[in-house]
């Protein structure tokens, strides 16, 4: 008999998005014909920039000639893109990264996931609170971790609580962790981490010898350029960190499918005898061996979106979205809710009105407004009592949903 994976049974049930999902449709199929907006679930609205569709149409049509077709692509990424990413996303900041220190993927989920991999199965990882959920369910998938209890909080895993106090930016902990997940600009809270920030906890990293997962699918929403945008920009984050980039929201590729993974040479762990073992050459192994490269024709496209005409495109993007984000802030707190950050990324995070739970305030928002958000219970304990707005949205519809929760909510 087949016996299951029983951490799976670990895992809270209904993820959050398809029980999001479960009441809307519940509600549309109660209201047919009803105008929902949806603000909810993190994905880019607006079709591929120019440049990119260009790119995509010319590989092709290489691909449709003997000279150009291409079939399995060198396992960590064709040179053309790896070299555009170490110039635009590491060189134009100051950052030196290596060619083969870039691992190109189809994704910041999959790698975000997969990676805990490359480490032993006693590792003690630490979360922000709220956090992507991925970086939690991946571990008790893994068996890192025990079981969830009432708050939804699993034994085993360090729990950092991202509040108002500190700004939604935890400060590392008092005590050691052998992996700490970071993501910043932060889904769902929408905070940015300033370089103090980063570099107590590259300084915790180092003295705790431990690793950082540093997530940065939203740097391309950074507004103040003195902002990090990567954690290499912070001393020392080579011996301590490894970063993950998607080229989902920064340039609409959540469709396309196009991200990489960067783990510097330096980056060691150890083995059960103290031994120190690269982690580069393990995550080399893990991608050499489980993964088959992403299509050539996506990597012409990512590499254009890192050309000067597709940064200037996908930048104007950018920089709609961070025009929904300023409307939503200023008007939902015009209408009186306590808002937070957006500033610097597509997230506005809330305070839910009149001590509401997360999902109470959810089903009112589109019981009586017809708009979507995403509870921030769902992202974690310390999310409950706030709401996440997203500002992946058309700039009309996000007048109108502004317009209609100030109705509602007024006062
Ligand atoms: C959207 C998102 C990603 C990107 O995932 P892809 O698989 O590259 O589309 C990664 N991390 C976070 C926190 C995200 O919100």
Known sequence: MAKINESYKKLEAGYLFPEIGRRVRGFTEANPGADVIRLGIGDVTLPLAPAVVEALHAAVDEMATESGFHGYGPENGYGFLTDAIRQVDYKARGVDIDGEEIFVSDGSKQDSGNIQEIFGQGCSIAVTDPVYPVYVDTNVMAGRTGNADADGRYEGILYLPATEENGFTPAPPGERADIAYLCSPNNPTGAVASRENLGAWVAWARENDAVILFDAAYDAFIQDPDLPRSIYEIEGARECAIEMRSFSKRAGFTGVRCAYTVV?????????????????????????????????????????????????????????????????????????????????????????????????????????????????????????????????????????AIERIGKVFAG
């Open 264 to 400: 510097p040479r330096e980056l060691t762990g150890t083995t059960a005898s103290g031994e120190r073992v690269g982690l580069n050459e393990l995550w080399g192994r893990r991608h050499a061996t489980k993964f088959n490269s992403v299509p050539y024709v996506i990597q012409r496209a990512a590499a254009a979106a890192l050309s000067d005409e597709g940064l200037a495109q996908t930048g104007e993007q950018v920089s709609y979205y961070m025009e929904n984000a300023r409307r939503i802030r200023e008007g939902l707190a015009a209408a009186g809710f306590t808002v937070f950050a957006g500033e610097h990324a597509p997230y506005i995070w809330m305070r839910t009105p009149g001590g509401l739970s997360s999902w109470d305030f959810f089903d009112q928002l589109l019981d009586k407004a017809r708009v979507v958000g995403t509870p921030g219970s769902g992202f974690g304990p310390s999310g409950e009592g706030y709401f996440r707005i997203s500002a992946f949205n058309s700039h009309a519809n996000v007048d109108e």
